[in-house]
């Protein structure tokens, strides 16, 4: 167990619809990292939050917004979602200035049918 | 062409063989080397971690990396079942966004 939570584990919903994923992090870890994970592209990196700030960006699509809250859980909102939007994501911690060595939460199977 | 390039396999050994898993990059400003392993359905954890070049060894586990040839590889050896996972290599840059880049991971089974 890496100490990262994630909810729900799994979801299915419809295309167009929105859905928001949640992540908390490992106890103390102030860094938060998404990630989608499909077959065809592997894991990619989206977005990273330290201490409630946008760190960096990668590909993360405009439909694909996050945030990091006080408590230092975040949350992926996946809005007006498309049938390839079906992955698994991530979410991964880390302690400040490791990114390195993050501990990834067991992740968020998305179905969109 | 991607960033780091890993081989999808599968690659299907016995048990006891030596593992060799590997990566290539075309990024030359990567510096920060990591092996990563995910059992089936479970997020990836943190195996091996190197920075520059050279050896390190944990065990049963060697990684190796030439930046020269921009090559990185991850050695088992006395493989055994339970290591039959996916491997995923992953390396980022010196300062700036600390953003990891994946390989697409290779898929190991060890059979008994």
């Known amino acids: 167990d890496s100490g990262v939570t994630q909810t729900p584990k799994h979801l299915i919903t419809a295309t167009g619809q929105r859905v928001t994923l949640r992540c908390s992090p490992r106890?103390?870890?102030?860094?938060v990292y998404w990630y989608q994970q499909s077959l065809d592209q592997g894991l990619q990196f989206l977005i990273q939050?330290?201490?409630?700030?946008?760190?960096a960006k990668g590909n993360i699509l405009e439909r694909f917004s996050a945030q990091q809250f006080p408590d230092l859980h975040s949350e992926l909102n996946l809005s007006s979602l498309e049938l390839g939007d079906s992955a698994l994501y991530f979410c991964?911690?880390?302690?400040?200035?490791?990114?390195?060595?993050?501990?990834f939460g067991p992740g968020t199977r998305l179905t969109v049918l | 062409q991607k960033e780091v390039e890993q081989d999808p396999g599968p690659l299907s050994v016995p048990e006891g063989a030596i593992v060799s898993l590997n990566c290539t990059y075309s990024?030359?400003?990567?510096?920060?080397f990591m092996w990563y392993r995910q059992y089936s359905r479970k997020g990836p954890e943190l195996l091996m971690y190197?920075?520059?070049?050279g050896n390190k060894e944990d065990g049963r586990f060697t990684a190796q990396v030439d930046k020269s040839s921009k090559y990185i590889s991850l050695f088992i050896r006395d493989s055994q079942p339970s290591d039959s996972a996916t491997y995923l290599c992953?390396?980022?840059?010196?300062?700036?966004?600390?953003?990891?880049?994946f390989g697409q991971g290779t898929r190991l089974t060890i059979n008994p």
């Open positions: 991964a911690s880390s302690v400040a200035g490791r990114s390195d060595e993050q501990f």
């Open positions: 106890s103390g870890d102030l860094s």
């Open positions: 939050y330290y201490n409630g700030e946008e760190r």
């Open positions: 990024n030359s400003a990567f510096q920060y």
């Open positions: 190197t920075y520059s070049s």
């Open positions: 992953a390396m980022r840059r010196e300062g700036g966004a600390q953003k990891l880049v």
